[in-house]
C-alpha cells in the first residue's frame, strides 16, 4: 500500500504533474464540445439533404430539384468516404495535407473530429427521421405544408426525439476518439498521461489516472443523456 501511494505521489503529486492531466482533460472537452456542436449542424444537415432527395416527386423541377440531387450525391459520397477509412488516417490527412499550412494543432483536431462525427451524426439524425410515422408527414403535407415546413414541424422534432440514444453514444464515442490527438501533438488528456511518463518512466500510475478520467466522464455523459431520453418520454 505504501509503495503505491509512493508511486501516486512520485507521479502525479510530485513537480505539479496532475497538472498534465488537468489541462489536458481541459482540451479534450474543448475539442469534444466545438467538434460536437459543428457536427451537430453539418450531420442534420446531410440527413435532411438525403431525406429531401429522397421524397422529390418527378414534377420537381429547376434549380432546387438540380441543387438537392448534386448535394445529396456529395453527401453520399462523404458519408461513404469518412464511415470508410480510420479517424486516425483521417487525423493525418487533415495534419499534412487539408491543413499543413497551420500552426494550431487544437483547429487541426477539430476539423478532423467535426468531420469524422458529422458523418455519423447524418446516419443517426437519418435514422431518426425514418421513424417518424408516415402517416404524421402525409397529413402535414396534406393540410398543405411544404416540404421544409413539414420537416422543421413534425420531423425535425420527432427524429431528435427518437435519435437520442444513438446520439448519446455517438457523443461518448467522439469523446474517446479525441484520444489519438496525441498523434499529431496536441496535449489531450492521454498526451498528459505521455508526458508524466517521459518525467518520470514509470507508466502505470498516468495511464491509469487518465483510463479513470475518461470513464468518469463517460459514466457522466451517459447519467445526462438518460435524464435527456427519461424527460423527452413524458414530454
Known amino acids: 500500500m505504501n509503495k503505491f501511494l509512493e508511486e501516486i505521489e512520485k507521479n502525479l503529486i ?8 488537468i489541462d489536458g482533460l481541459k482540451t479534450t ?4 464540445a466545438i467538434s460536437l456542436i459543428l457536427a451537430l449542424v453539418i450531420g442534420m ?36 468516404i469518412v464511415r470508410g477509412t480510420p479517424s486516425t488516417i483521417q487525423l493525418l490527412i487533415v495534419y499534412n ?19 469524422n462525427s458529422s458523418a455519423y451524426m447524418s446516419e443517426v439524425f ?7 410515422d408516415k402517416g404524421e408527414i402525409e397529413a402535414a403535407r396534406s393540410l398543405g405544408l411544404s416540404y421544409e415546413k413539414t420537416a422543421k414541424l413534425v420531423v425535425i422534432p420527432q427524429a431528435m426525439k427518437n ?4 446520439l448519446g453514444n455517438e457523443v461518448i464515442t467522439l469523446f474517446k476518439e479525441t484520444s489519438i490527438s496525441g498523434f499529431i501533438g496536441l496535449v489531450d ?32 455523459l451517459e447519467k445526462i443523456f438518460k435524464k435527456l431520453e427519461e424527460r423527452m418520454a413524458h414530454d
Not at 14 to 21: G, H, P, S, T, V
Request: hydrophobic share 50%; net charge positive; proline share 2%.
Open 189 to 220: 488528456l492521454t498526451r498528459g498521461a505521455g508526458i508524466i511518463i517521459s518525467r518520470t518512466f514509470s507508466a502505470g500510475i498516468p495511464y491509469f489516472a487518465a483510463a479513470l478520467i475518461y470513464l468518469i466522464v463517460v459514466l457522466l
Open 29 to 32: 472537452l474543448s475539442v469534444t
Open 45 to 80: 444537415f446531410i440527413a435532411i439533404i438525403k431525406d429531401y432527395d429522397k421524397n422529390l416527386e418527378d414534377n420537381d423541377k429547376g434549380i432546387k430539384y438540380i441543387l438537392i440531387k448534386i448535394l445529396a450525391r456529395i453527401s453520399n459520397i462523404f458519408v461513404t
Open 97 to 115: 495535407v487539408i491543413l499543413a499550412n497551420t500552426d494550431s494543432l487544437f483547429l487541426v483536431a477539430i476539423v478532423t473530429f467535426t468531420i
Open 163 to 166: 435519435s437520442l440514444p444513438a
Open 14 to 21: 510530485q513537480d505539479n504533474n496532475y497538472k498534465y492531466l
Open 126 to 132: 437519418r435514422g431518426g427521421i425514418n421513424s417518424v
